[in-house]
C-alpha cells in the first residue's frame, strides 16, 4: 500500500493497464459502430430512398407552384455525420441535389412553400425544422430527421431543395466488414 501511494505521490506508478483500458473502449465503441451500421441498409439502398423522397418535395412544389426545370444530382459524400465514431469506419452520406435555377419564389409564397415541404418531410420522420432566413430575397429552411439527416430548402436567386442522409455503409465496405470484421483490413492494421 506504502509504494502504491509513494508511487502516486512521485508519479512513478505504472499506468499500462489504463492504457490498455483506454483502447479496449475505443475498439469497443469502433465495434459497436460498425455492428450499428451493419444493421442499416446500405448507401447504395439509402440512396435509392433519399432519391424518393427528393422527387417527393419537389413534386409537391411542382404540384403547388408549377413546374419547374430541376437540375438534379445524387453522391456520396464523407459528410459531417460520418466523422466522430464513424470516422474510420470509412462510411458515406447520401446528398440529392436539386436546384430550378433563376426561378426563385416570391416572398409572398415562402410560408406555403414551407408548409408544403413540412407535409412531406413530417411524412418521412423530418420534424425538427430550423429557419435560418426569412426575409425578402433570401429564404432558408432546415428539416432534421433522425442519425444527422436533414433536408435544405431554400429561395435566393434560385430554388433549391437538398436531401443529406445519415451515415451509411457502401456495399463494398459491407462485404469487407462481413469478411474481415473490418472495414478495410490494410488501414486497419496500420491504425
Same mark, same amino acid.
Given at each position: 500500500?506504502?509504494?502504491?501511494?509513494?508511487?502516486?505521490? !512521485?508519479?512513478?506508478?505504472?499506468?499500462?493497464? !489504463?492504457? =490498455? !483500458?483506454?483502447?479496449?473502449?475505443? +475498439?469497443?465503441?469502433?465495434?459497436?459502430?460498425?455492428?450499428?451500421?451493419?444493421?442499416?441498409?446500405? $448507401?447504395?439502398?439509402? @440512396?435509392?430512398?433519399?432519391?424518393?423522397?427528393?422527387?417527393?418535395?419537389?413534386?409537391?412544389?411542382?404540384?403547388?407552384?408549377? =413546374?419547374?426545370?430541376?437540375?438534379?444530382?445524387?453522391?456520396? /459524400? *464523407?459528410?459531417? #455525420?460520418?466523422?466522430?465514431?464513424?470516422?474510420?469506419?470509412?462510411?458515406?452520406?447520401?446528398?440529392?441535389?436539386?436546384?430550378?435555377?433563376?426561378?426563385?419564389?416570391?416572398? +409572398?409564397?415562402?410560408? +406555403? $412553400?414551407?408548409?408544403?415541404? /413540412?407535409?412531406?418531410? $413530417?411524412?418521412?420522420?423530418?420534424?425538427? &425544422?430550423?429557419?435560418?432566413?426569412?426575409?425578402?430575397?433570401?429564404?432558408?429552411?432546415?428539416?432534421?430527421?433522425? @442519425?444527422?439527416?436533414?433536408?435544405?430548402?431554400? =429561395?435566393?436567386? =434560385?430554388?433549391? #431543395?437538398?436531401? +443529406?442522409?445519415?451515415?451509411?455503409?457502401?456495399?463494398? !465496405? *459491407?462485404?469487407?466488414?462481413?469478411?474481415?470484421?473490418? &472495414?478495410? &483490413?490494410? *488501414?486497419?492494421? @496500420?491504425?
Amino acid at each position: 500500500m506504502f509504494a502504491l501511494v509513494g508511487g502516486l505521490l !512521485t508519479g512513478c506508478v505504472d499506468d499500462s493497464d !489504463t492504457m =490498455s !483500458t483506454e483502447q479496449e473502449t475505443d +475498439e469497443a465503441i469502433t465495434l459497436a459502430a460498425i455492428d450499428e451500421l451493419m444493421a442499416l441498409p446500405s $448507401a447504395e439502398d439509402a @440512396r435509392s430512398g433519399s432519391e424518393e423522397l427528393s422527387v417527393e418535395l419537389r413534386d409537391a412544389l411542382d404540384e403547388r407552384f408549377g =413546374s419547374t426545370g430541376w437540375v438534379v444530382e445524387s453522391r456520396f /459524400s *464523407r459528410g459531417t #455525420v460520418c466523422g466522430g465514431t464513424y470516422d474510420v469506419l470509412d462510411g458515406r452520406s447520401v446528398y440529392v441535389t436539386a436546384f430550378a435555377e433563376d426561378q426563385a419564389l416570391d416572398h +409572398e409564397d415562402w410560408a +406555403e $412553400a414551407v408548409d408544403v415541404i /413540412s407535409a412531406v418531410a $413530417a411524412d418521412h420522420g423530418f420534424d425538427d &425544422p430550423l429557419m435560418l432566413a426569412e426575409g425578402p430575397g433570401l429564404h432558408q429552411l432546415e428539416i432534421f430527421g433522425d @442519425r444527422g439527416s436533414v433536408i435544405r430548402f431554400g =429561395s435566393e436567386v =434560385s430554388l433549391g #431543395v437538398t436531401v +443529406e442522409s445519415g451515415c451509411y455503409l457502401t456495399d463494398d !465496405t *459491407r462485404a469487407a466488414i462481413e469478411e474481415f470484421g473490418v &472495414p478495410d &483490413p490494410g *488501414r486497419w492494421a @496500420r491504425l
